[in-house]
């Protein structure tokens, strides 16, 4: 079977959806488990935090797959997994929110100010909301050329949450400049050589 047919067939959307489900459901089988740690709410923080930023980099990918690999089909994914990163990003927040100011919105509000790394990912979460109600047909088609500018946002967002784990972090790098990395590159597709790079015509070409 080639790589657009299975990217194509009628079971690659459900197993994307059970593969973006898959954390989510791990973490209720633990909570269930007991067996979220001796920080739970810390544990549900950093699994949430960390799963947005992974999906918002498949997400990103997405397109650079498509033209690296000569194959259309990818794009079929990126809104599913766009809103999956959405629904993650919702997941941190609310954690947060309940457990840190248990919902009182001017406690919140006034910690998203005091704290830098609060105030990057809060901005990141609501520079999100506008992506994830615009990202069906109906509102591409209504927005036209608008829709792809205010699409861009995303590499906003990207760099505000790569900031909010590097500020976040009080040792260990490795892992923020590992995704900063990533993010680098998949902004490098946009803008740089890369953007004419096509796995195809390098195999053919050697
Ligand atoms: C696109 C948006 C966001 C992304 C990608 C993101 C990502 C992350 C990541 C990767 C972590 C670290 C996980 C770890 O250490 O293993 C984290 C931690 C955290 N994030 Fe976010 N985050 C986002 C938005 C937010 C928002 C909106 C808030 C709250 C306003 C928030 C509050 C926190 C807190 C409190 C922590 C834990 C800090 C600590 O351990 O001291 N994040 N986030």
């Excluded at 709410?41 to 947005?52: A, C, D, I, N, Y």
């Excluded at 947060?96 to 830098?116: C, N, Q, T, Y």
């Excluded at 861009?152 to 009080?170: E, G, N, P, S, T």
């Amino acid at each position: 079977m080639s790589l657009p047919s299975v990217l194509k067939s009628a079971w690659a959307k459900p197993v994307v959806h059970l593969l973006c489900l898959a954390p989510l459901l791990f973490l209720i089988g633990s909570a269930f488990a007991d067996a979220l740690g001796a920080n739970p709410v810390e544990k549900l923080t950093h699994e949430s935090g960390q799963w947005t930023l992974r999906l918002l980099l498949v997400t990103l990918a997405l397109s650079p797959l498509r033209q690296w690999t000569g194959t259309a089909a990818w794009i079929r994914f990126r809104r599913m997994v766009g809103l999956y990163t959405y629904f993650y990003c919702c997941c941190h927040f609310a954690i947060w929110f309940i457990a840190d100011h248990s919902l009182d919105l001017g406690d919140m509000l006034e910690d998203v100010i005091k704290r830098p790394y609060i105030t990057l990912g809060f901005s990141a979460f609501v520079l999100l909301l506008p992506l994830a109600i615009t990202s069906n047909q109906a509102m591409i088609r209504r927005l036209g050329r608008n829709w792809k500018a205010l699409h861009q946002l995303v590499y906003a967002i990207l760099l505000l949450a790569v900031l909010h784990f590097l500020w976040l972090v009080k040792a260990d790098y490795l892992e923020p400049t590992i995704y900063a990395i990533i993010g680098v590159v998949l902004l490098l597709h946009r803008v740089g050589p890369m953007k004419r790079f096509n796995l195809k015509s390098f195999t053919a070409a050697r």
